[in-house]
């Protein structure tokens, strides 16, 4: 799950209606679901980390530290689910691209980092709020064809896309339209952990693809040389309970 730097809000009062606030998160976070990392061209909602529908979070609805982006899918998983911040993982506060391990069948799991911090259960909390623990779900259309509706069926497309991309990169690795076309591509179908995964040891594709991504560089969670994850994360914007791991 891609860690990301929301920075300051960009006005100085709470927002009078949350939706305001979606341009400004766009500019900030990219158009991609903050939770399972899809892009999403329309229908990419401001997210209410602590949930507005929730009596004790309704004074956050327009607070800008409580946002984040999300899909159609995550959002009505997640729903009123109450989020306490010491038992859960998150991508604006923690560095949730080493807590969790994305594996060629489309899964998302605790990492073993996430275990070895003692987090897993934290870790599980983040994937069972918006349902990205759920198992493939193999739709057809009508001439049999499987189609890709939800999200662990477009992680594997993704996952073969990328390691296509990465075979014809290690026949020309100074290729640098073939790296340009690579990073586009990653851009514009989201999934910035897959990406990161199949480009596990080529640090320059890593890094432009950290570059590609609004606000993970900024997120401060990766080291600008090895590409390798900081941890804990830095939590730039001194976020409660952040930098757990
Ligand atoms: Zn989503």
Same mark, same amino acid.
């Given at each position: 799950? /891609?860690? +990301?730097? /929301?920075?300051?809000?960009?006005? =100085? @009062?709470?927002?009078?209606?949350?939706?305001?606030? !979606?341009?400004?998160?766009?500019?900030?976070?990219?158009?991609?679901?903050?939770?399972?990392?899809?892009? %999403? *061209? #329309?229908?990419?909602?401001?997210?209410?980390?602590?949930?507005?529908? &929730?009596? @004790?979070?309704?004074?956050?609805?327009?607070?800008?530290?409580?946002?984040?982006? @999300?899909?159609?899918?995550?959002?009505? $998983?997640?729903?009123?689910?109450?989020?306490?911040?010491?038992?859960? &993982?998150?991508?604006?506060?923690?560095?949730?691209? %080493?807590?969790?391990?994305?594996?060629?069948?489309?899964?998302? $799991?605790?990492?073993?980092? *996430? /275990?070895?911090?003692?987090?897993?259960?934290? *870790?599980?909390?983040? &994937?069972?709020? $918006?349902? &990205?623990?759920?198992? +493939?779900?193999? %739709?057809?259309?009508?001439?049999?064809?499987? +189609?890709?509706?939800?999200?662990? *069926?477009?992680?594997?497309?993704?996952?073969?896309?990328?390691?296509?991309? !990465?075979?014809?990169?290690?026949?020309? =690795?100074?290729?640098?339209?073939?790296?340009? +076309? #690579? $990073?586009?591509?990653?851009?514009?179908?989201?999934?910035?952990?897959?990406?990161?995964?199949?480009?596990?040891?080529?640090?320059?594709?890593?890094?432009?693809?950290?570059? @590609?991504?609004?606000?993970?560089?900024?997120?401060?969670?990766?080291?600008?040389? #090895?590409?390798? =994850?900081?941890?804990?994360?830095?939590?730039?914007?001194?976020? =409660?309970?952040?930098?757990?791991?």
């Amino acid at each position: 799950m /891609r860690p +990301v730097f /929301r920075g300051n809000s960009p006005q =100085p @009062a709470d927002f009078h209606n949350y939706e305001d606030a !979606k341009l400004f998160l766009v500019s900030r976070l990219g158009h991609y679901c903050s939770y399972c990392e899809r892009y %999403i *061209a #329309t229908q990419l909602a401001v997210e209410h980390i602590q949930p507005k529908g &929730l009596p @004790a979070y309704a004074h956050l609805e327009g607070s800008w530290n409580n946002y984040l982006l @999300a899909c159609v899918n995550c959002n009505s $998983t997640k729903k009123d689910k109450d989020v306490v911040f010491s038992d859960v &993982l998150l991508p604006d506060r923690d560095n949730t691209f %080493i807590a969790f391990e994305y594996t060629l069948d489309g899964r998302v $799991t605790p990492s073993a980092a *996430a /275990r070895k911090a003692g987090l897993e259960m934290f *870790a599980h909390h983040t &994937l069972s709020l $918006t349902g &990205l623990d759920k198992s +493939v779900s193999k %739709i057809f259309d009508e001439n049999g064809k499987a +189609v890709a509706l939800d999200r662990v *069926a477009q992680r594997l497309e993704v996952w073969s896309e990328a390691q296509d991309a !990465k075979n014809d990169l290690d026949s020309d =690795p100074s290729n640098l339209l073939a790296q340009d +076309v #690579t $990073t586009k591509l990653a851009a514009a179908r989201g999934f910035f952990s897959i990406w990161m995964t199949v480009f596990h040891d080529n640090p320059n594709m890593r890094n432009r693809l950290i570059d @590609a991504f609004e606000g993970t560089r900024a997120s401060g969670c990766f080291d600008p040389v #090895t590409t390798l =994850p900081i941890s804990p994360a830095s939590n730039p914007d001194k976020l =409660p309970h952040g930098g757990k791991i």
